[in-house]
T-cell receptor, first 112, second 113 residues
């Protein structure tokens, strides 16, 4: 069975700092990869996704993620964070089994 | 499309009472998922359906929990009897295909006192 590991449980940054959240998965076959964001008190929303092709995918609000197959990684990045990016971020992997496996989430706090 | 619709948004009930949570997925989505989120345990998959058929219910905590999907546009999650440890936010999500992302509903915040 696949698993997803998010190494950072809580990240604290100042506004304008660069962000990178780690995500590693364990599965040897073809995967679809996702990042979701959950703003305080809200539901999860899809931030970006990777299916195939260019391993660098761009999502909403200036976020991007890079799929590195050899490292089984799908790290999320943003060059300059804003206070409004304060949220919890979830990485998820989907094989052909119908359901996604979610990581435990990383809480990002951006200080103004 | 109105998205995934859950009701009620908030539910406060007494221990021992029956609780029914409702979900209307996005029209045309073949997959429906029920998740529970708490501070202690994070996001847990309870059960999911494909074309109205339960596929994996291994995450359902115990026999007090049951879920149904009588048709493509409606699903329920029932807890009977409810206990304080069931207090959580319950999310429903739907997906067009296994390789598509999920659309989550706004959740039901359940408090059992």
């Amino acid at each position: 069975a696949q698993s997803v590991s998010q190494h950072n449980h809580h990240v604290i940054l100042s506004e304008a700092a660069s962000l990178e959240l780690g995500c590693n998965y364990s599965y040897g076959g073809t995967v679809n990869l996702f990042w979701y964001v959950q703003y305080p008190g809200q539901h999860l929303q899809l931030l970006l996704k990777y299916f195939s092709g260019d391993p660098l995918v761009k999502g909403i609000k200036g976020f991007e993620a890079e799929f590195i197959k050899s490292k089984f990684s799908f790290n999320l990045r943003k060059p300059s964070v804003q206070w409004s990016d304060t949220a919890e971020y979830f990485c998820a992997v989907n094989t052909n089994a119908g359901k996604s496996t979610f990581g435990d989430g990383t809480t990002l706090t951006v200080k103004p | 499309d109105a998205g995934v619709i859950q009701s009620p948004r908030h539910e406060v009930t007494e221990m021992g009472q029956e609780v029914t949570l409702r979900c209307k997925p996005i029209s045309g989505h073949d997959y429906l998922f029920w998740y529970r989120q708490t501070m202690m345990r994070g996001l847990e998959l309870l059960i999911y359906f494909n074309n109205n058929v339960p596929i994996d219910d291994s995450g359902m905590p115990e026999d007090r929990f049951s879920a149904k999907m009588p048709n493509a546009s409606f699903s329920t999650l029932k807890i009977q009897p409810s206990e304080p440890r069931d207090s959580a936010v319950y999310f429903c999500a739907s997906s067009l295909r296994w390789d598509k992302g999920y659309t989550f509903g706004s959740g039901t915040r359940l408090t059992v006192v």
